[in-house]
């Protein structure tokens, strides 16, 4: 089991930035590639970015040039840091994680809530 827990989110102003952390614990040496994705009002969850273990990354065009995704493996912590935040970036932030072998991620925090407004 993988326990995933997020933090740093809030409200920010339009053009504002944020560094959001999801601390993981348990089976750690199982876990492959760690995700972040958000979800909005009414809207389904959509994926952010993603860290492989092969220390890979990849964005959505949505935050492409403005969120960067890193990790600390000896704090077992992945971070986003987010960047000229708009209001269509509002939304619940959750970290996902995928264990080795696994088809989909299995994983994921409560999610932390991010509001960009004037």
């Known amino acids: ?3 995933l827990v997020e933090s740093g989110g809030g ?3 339009p053009g504002g930035s944020l560094r959001l952390s999801c601390a993981a614990s348990g089976s750690i040496a199982s876990i492959d590639d760690m995700a972040w994705y958000r979800q909005g009002g009414g ?3 959509e994926f952010i970015a993603i860290f492989t273990r092969f220390g890979g990354t990849s964005y959505a065009d949505a935050v492409k040039g403005r969120f960067t995704i890193s990790k600390d493996s000896l ?3 992945v971070y986003l840091q987010a960047n000229n935040l708009q209001p269509n970036d509002t939304g619940v932030y959750f970290c996902a994680a995928r264990a080795r072998g696994a088809a989909r991620y299995e994983y994921w ?3 932390t809530q991010v509001t960009v407004s004037p």
Do not use: S
């Open 1 to 3: 089991q993988v326990q």
């Open 11 to 13: 409200l920010v102003q």
């Open 43 to 45: 809207a389904q969850r």
């Open 75 to 77: 704090k077992n912590t």
């Open 109 to 111: 925090g409560q999610g």
